[in-house]
């Protein structure tokens, strides 16, 4: 930590690869979504690198290694509960979004469809959008955002990756295991990779 704080290149690496286990432990104890554990892990470090003028401050000659270890610790368990309330908050919105554009969807492809061909009647359809809504809202997190805004949304890999804040190969993967989980979840053939 003394190296890092005065500027080693090469220390922030050596903390990240001893601390982020411990971090990740602190981190899997609140969350379970994984690809939400890592970008809090990463979080984590982020906002320890942006504040560390604030653990120079307090400490006095060298850093000790229980020091460093409670400070990160610290803002691992901070950024999980921030983390947690902010997943909540997105999810209650998701929800009710997921509610309002399930059910526009459907209405609306039934409405292209020529009315002798549509064989499902009103119950059906409700049982059809319930258990698509339920299959999405089983999914992690982090795959049903990608699935609401790709898919019932229709933006593009790009888009769902800067709204997400992620890279475009991350949203990629979320979203193959999304669709792989859906496709088991209702019955759909799940493709088999060449």
Request: with cysteine; net charge neutral.
């Amino acid at each position: 930590m003394d190296a890092y704080l005065q500027g080693d290149d090469h220390a922030l690496g050596d903390l990240y690869r001893l601390l982020a286990p411990r971090v990740r432990r602190v981190v899997r104890a609140r969350i379970d979504d994984p690809d939400l554990v890592e970008d809090i892990v990463q979080l984590t470090f982020v906002k320890a690198h942006l504040g560390r003028h604030a653990f120079r401050s307090r400490t006095i000659g060298a850093a000790s290694d229980e020091a460093v270890v409670a400070w990160y610790m610290a803002i691992a368990r901070n950024t999980a509960i921030d983390g947690v309330r902010a997943e909540q908050r997105h999810h209650r919105g998701r929800v009710r979004e997921l509610e309002e554009t399930t059910e526009c969807t459907v209405l609306d492809e039934s409405a292209t469809l020529d009315p002798e061909a549509v064989t499902l009647d009103d119950e059906a359809r409700e049982e059809t959008r319930s258990r698509v809504r339920s299959a999405i809202l089983a999914l992690p997190a982090s795959q049903r955002d990608v699935v609401v805004l790709h898919k019932l949304r229709g933006l593009s890999m790009q888009e769902v990756a800067e709204q997400l804040r992620v890279r475009a190969g991350a949203v990629r993967v979320r979203a193959h295991r999304a669709y792989l989980s859906l496709a088991r979840t209702l019955g759909a053939p799940v493709p088999v990779a060449a």
